[in-house]
């Protein structure tokens, strides 16, 4: 209950500043728009003042350039105060947003940091070890399946076959086919070897 009544305070306390710097930032910018209106105003007296003061030059009219020359150091002077106090709102105003700039760079960086050591925590230097162990020997054992299921099915059957008793298959056929019949058969159709070799290429095709 503590905790949370701390919290709210926390909360209530950042509302508050918050709110504290935006009216101030309503009430600098008002200022700094009505100095802007007087300075441009004394600015305007200032230019009239020059003017007349170079008439007067012309005229050789002594008493109108002094009262000019009077005249326009109180307006100078007016002109620097509100041109200070415009400079000093303004430097307010910039390092205000500084320090806002920061606050919350720093909040950020804060919650940044929480959720990294968060992170890290969860999953330490030695479990990523772990995880990534494991993943390659996955990824092997995938290999090696691949390789198993992309082997021919008819080689390893092909490979026991010995050829010597291959050939010994062979020679018994010749030797049943060469004994004479005692019975004349029909005379079979005489095939050439290529055509024996084209079967058996289709044979072998049809149990790849």
């Known amino acids: 209950m503590v905790g949370i009544l701390r919290k709210k305070k926390k909360t209530n306390n950042r509302t508050s500043a918050g709110s ?119 990824l092997t054992k995938i290999e090696e399946a691949a390789e198993v299921a992309s082997e021919p099915l008819t080689a390893s059957e092909l490979e026991e076959f010995d050829e010597e008793d291959l050939e010994a298959e062979a020679e018994k056929i010749i030797a049943e086919q060469t004994l004479p019949k005692v019975e004349k058969e029909e005379k079979e159709e005489e095939l050439v070897s290529e055509d024996l070799e084209k079967e058996i290429r289709e044979i072998l095709e049809s149990e790849t």
Do not use: C, H
Not at 117 to 136: C, F, H, N, T, Y
């Open 20 to 138: 504290s710097i935006d009216r101030f930032l309503v009430r600098a910018q008002y200022w700094l728009d009505y100095l802007e209106k007087r300075i441009a105003t004394y600015q305007g007296k200032l230019k009239k003042l020059d003017n007349i003061i170079k008439i007067a030059a012309k005229r050789k009219d002594k008493d109108l350039i002094i009262e000019s020359l009077k005249a326009r150091k109180i307006v100078k002077a007016n002109l620097s105060r509100y041109m200070g106090i415009y400079r000093n709102i303004q430097i307010l105003i910039n390092r205000m947003e500084t320090a806002q700039m920061i606050k919350g760079s720093a909040e950020v960086l804060s919650e940044g940091k929480a959720i990294l050591d968060a992170l890290s925590s969860e999953m330490p230097p030695e479990k990523v070890i772990e995880v990534i162990e494991g993943l390659r020997t996955s």
